[in-house]
């Protein structure tokens, strides 16, 4: 089957919010491509496999291509999804100067040859991803394995806000603790955090992609009675309850992996699902908004607990008073 290929140079800083226009425009598939040069440094303290080459990406750009079926009018999606990249300005978000360009493409050009690039990932202490395709041994009785087939949805670990993210949550979460993942994308950190011993996880994304993405990766890993993916947001949960979603609110951790201007937008929301000493971990967080996130934490009546960085992004453990 040939595929319609509609790439836009952009920054790393706007790739998440294009590859969601990108979804909603009816794209079968999404690949990223960041920059990747020798002065680059890559944290190996946890014994991660890299084998990626340098490229001719400049330091902070990106190229997002998008793949639709080649009966699809592109040029017609590109005339839909230019202006609300273009408005991403008004958001704080720079998406530098923006190059679009369409050809056609045939799947497998696009579908199977990323995967050789994916490889086991350890991320912490005691948690390592693998893709469904590769062979890999814990090495460690501790070390726990994550198996992954990310298909069209976010979250391979690769990411510095999702490895961010689970390193986190490997220093908060205890022994039978209830959890929820808002934003899910592939359902990485819902798995995690039953790996690492919560009870139950509540995982819920808006996008439909997302959840049967995360359902998939949950059945993967034998979890689907330890995590309820659920199509929601949280101000939904908190309206309507959790019954026959496998948790109790108050819980004791929230975790979200999404840009800094949508964790803006429910900061009370989970303060509400907290219980008074429980831990909001938040990631997804471009290093030009780290203080206007904290500062919204603290006003909505957290304490900051731990700041994390990997290159240019933050993550916020945050305790409710």
């Known amino acids: 089957m040939n595929w319609r290929e509609l790439t836009i140079h952009t920054t790393e800083e706007a790739v998440e919010m294009i590859t969601n226009f990108m979804h909603e425009a009816g794209a079968g598939g999404v690949s990223i491509e960041e920059s990747i040069y020798n ?13 990626l080459e340098p490229n001719d990406i ?19 999606v590109l005339e839909e999804i230019k202006p609300r990249i273009e408005e991403l300005k008004d958001f704080g ?4 100067e923006l190059k679009y360009e369409i050809k056609d493409v045939h799947e497998d050009d696009w579908a199977n040859n990323w995967k050789q690039y994916f490889k086991p ?16 041994e814990p090495e460690t009785p501790e070390e726990r394995i994550i198996e992954l087939d990310p298909g069209m949805a976010f979250g391979t670990g690769t990411h510095p806000t999702t490895a961010l993210c689970l390193r986190t949550l ?16 592939s359902g990485i950190l819902a798995i995690g955090a039953v790996k690492l ?4 996880v509540l995982a819920i994304d808006l996008d439909p992609v997302a959840v049967v993405s995360a359902r998939e990766n949950t059945l993967l890993n034998g979890l689907n009675e330890q995590i309820t993916v659920h ?3 949280l101000l939904s949960v908190l309206k309507q309850g959790t019954d026959g979603l496998g948790i109790k609110l108050p819980v004791r951790v929230v975790v979200a992996n999404i840009l ?5 937008l429910f900061i009370d929301d989970v303060y509400l699902a907290l219980e008074p000493g429980g831990y909001y971990i938040a990631s997804g967080i471009y290093k030009n908004k780290e203080q206007l996130v904290e500062e919204a934490l603290i006003k909505a009546g957290f304490e900051i607990t731990e700041t994390a960085r990997e290159e240019d992004w933050v993550a916020f453990v945050a305790r409710k008073r």
């Open 170 to 185: 490997e220093g908060v979460i205890r022994e039978g603790d209830e959890v929820v993942d808002v934003g899910t994308g």
């Open 39 to 51: 002065s680059k440094l890559q944290d190996l303290s946890y014994g991660q496999w890299y084998e």
């Open 121 to 136: 990932l350890r991320v912490s202490t005691r948690l390592t991803i693998k893709p469904t395709w590769e062979q890999y």
């Open 58 to 76: 400049p330091e902070g750009k990106a190229r997002v291509k998008g793949y639709f079926p080649e009966t699809s009018s592109v040029e017609e």
């Open 231 to 233: 199509e929601s947001d």
């Open 197 to 200: 011993g919560a009870k139950h």
């Open 260 to 264: 800094a201007e949508i964790i803006l």
């Open 93 to 96: 978000i720079d998406a530098g």
